[in-house]
């Protein structure tokens, strides 16, 4: 997470003096620490229990009392994983999100960023495993039954538009299909792909935050070494040099079986990385 967090704050306290112009006030950053401490309640809310559940199993012969608890106990196995899931994600993002903040509170606050140590995990205990091993590129799931009505028609007129070189219409577009259909799985494509129009736009800054934005949502989705490849070019380019390396070695380090691998390599050497 220290990767993104470095990324995120060179971007936000670029070597641009009038951007630091720009950059979150002390109070913004504690008001988003409240916001995420609402969250966490609310989360907690949801794991207790309001005390009504019931399950009748009385009547009928034993074979269908015994094939009705089944189909119970299937159904609150998966429901079961599905919360565990949303659990994980949530502390995960909570942490990471934690995270960022610390950083840029000891930043507004002139203190040592240098002495902060590992974030603690949002609520206690340990970190949940997440599959962070390396993979090889795929096609973006277009399962249907995952997408809400609509999303799948909206993400390919916003990638006619980017096709066609409409490249506004495009950046337009998919920021509305991120906002519409939040947490989707075509979300950290969008993301890209609205860098890809921004780029096309000329703005490369607002095309690096995109970028950022499509691999922290999915730092081991079919997408991720695109991303990260493509924010360590917009780095560059902005003059970032050693954030631009970074993340451009970082495609190999976590990615090797991947095609951006050699296009990274490239890159470092196009912007003379050791």
Known sequence: ??????????????????????????????????VLNVEVQKLRRELSTTGGASVNFTGGSVLDRVNAMESEL????????????????????????????????????????GALGATSTLGGGEMPATNTAPIAPAAPSTNTAELAVGEASDFERAKAALADGDFRTAADQ????????????????????????????????????????????????????????????????LGQVQEGCVTLDEVATRFPASPFVPQAQAERAALSCQ
């Open 174 to 237: 998919f920021a509305t299909f991120n906002e519409t259909y939040p947490g989707g799985p075509l979300g950290s494509e969008a993301d890209l792909r609205r860098g890809d129009a921004l780029r096309g736009l000329g703005d490369i800054r607002e095309a690096a935050r995109a970028y950022l934005a499509s691999f922290s949502a999915d730092p081991v989705g079919p997408v991720a070494p695109e991303a990260l490849y493509q924010l360590g070019q917009s780095l560059g380019a």
């Open 1 to 34: 997470m220290r990767f993104v967090v470095m990324i995120a704050l060179g971007l936000a306290f670029g070597p641009v003096t009038a951007q630091a112009q720009d950059a979150q006030t002390l109070a913004d950053v504690r008001q988003e620490l409240t």
């Open 74 to 113: 299937q159904r609150l196995t998966s429901k079961t994983e599905e919360l565990e899931n949303r659990v994980n994600r949530v502390v995960a993002d909570g942490t990471n999100r934690i995270g960022d903040l610390e950083f840029r509170l000891v930043e507004l606050e002139g203190g040592d960023v």
